[in-house]
């Protein structure tokens, strides 16, 4: 399973576009690039998922480089309730028994 | 919408009892994961099903079983509960990556 590195924490304000970055250097051929949002005492919620160059749906928009070794998720114009947890995810779907693996996130603070 | 519903939101239990937590899905999913998530140390996989009987361990099974008897139904047995098995459990199911979780169950083990 490919490793992800994501920064543990990030400040924004509220109207700002916030950009965070997943580090996956052996991400495999089949991988894909899942992101998720965990707001506290909710299970995650599956928020945008790519393979390359740009993904952009009414949430977020997901950015990859040519060699996919990271990934970025934009978030436009961010509000008070878009503050928390975002995970990285990587991994082949089409890999029926595909553990859906969580790594430590990146915890979202948006200020007034 | 797709629904992944957890049979209890809150369960106080006592230390030696056997627990059942059921995770029902209605939109026919192949995959169910269970996990726990405590505080500092994220979610972490107990186990997860990729078809009706088949089961696989996750990072932390010890002290877990699940059963898979019918494709929309998944339970988390502990089989003698703890205090270290205190925590907020949470199902989820999906095709592979794009999962759908459950609102969780938060038990304490007394």
């Known amino acids: 399973l490919a490793k992800t590195t994501q920064p543990i924490s990030m400040d924004s304000y509220e109207g700002q576009e916030v950009n965070i970055t997943c580090s996956h250097n052996?991400?495999?051929?089949?991988?894909?690039i899942t992101w998720y949002q965990q707001f506290p005492s909710q299970g995650p919620r599956f928020i945008i998922q790519?393979?390359?160059t740009k993904v952009t749906n009414e949430v977020a928009s997901l950015f990859i480089p040519a060699d996919r070794k990271s990934s970025t998720l934009s978030l436009p114009r961010v509000s008070l309730s878009d503050t928390a947890v975002y995970y990285c995810?990587?991994?082949?779907?089409?890999?029926?028994?595909?553990?859906?693996?969580f790594g430590s996130g990146t915890r979202l603070l948006v200020r007034p | 919408d797709v629904k992944v519903t957890q049979s209890s939101r809150y369960l106080v239990k006592r230390t030696g009892e056997k627990v059942f937590l059921e995770c029902v899905q209605d939109?026919?999913?192949?995959?169910m994961f269970w996990y726990r998530q405590d505080p500092g140390l994220g979610l972490r996989l107990i186990y997860f099903?990729?078809?009706?009987?088949?089961?696989e361990k996750g990072d932390i099974p010890e002290g877990y079983s699940v059963s898979r008897e019918k494709k929309e139904r998944f339970s988390l047995i502990l089989e003698s509960a703890s205090t270290s098995q205190t925590s907020m459990y949470l199902c989820?199911?999906?095709?592979?990556?794009?999962?759908?979780f459950g609102q969780g169950t938060r038990l304490t083990v007394v």
């Open positions: 052996n991400i495999a051929t089949n991988d894909y």
């Open positions: 995810l990587v991994g082949d779907i089409g890999d029926s028994s595909y553990k859906l693996i």
């Open positions: 939109m026919d999913h192949e995959n």
């Open positions: 989820a199911s999906g095709p592979n990556t794009e999962a759908f």
């Open positions: 099903s990729y078809d009706v009987k088949m089961k």
């Open positions: 790519g393979y390359k």
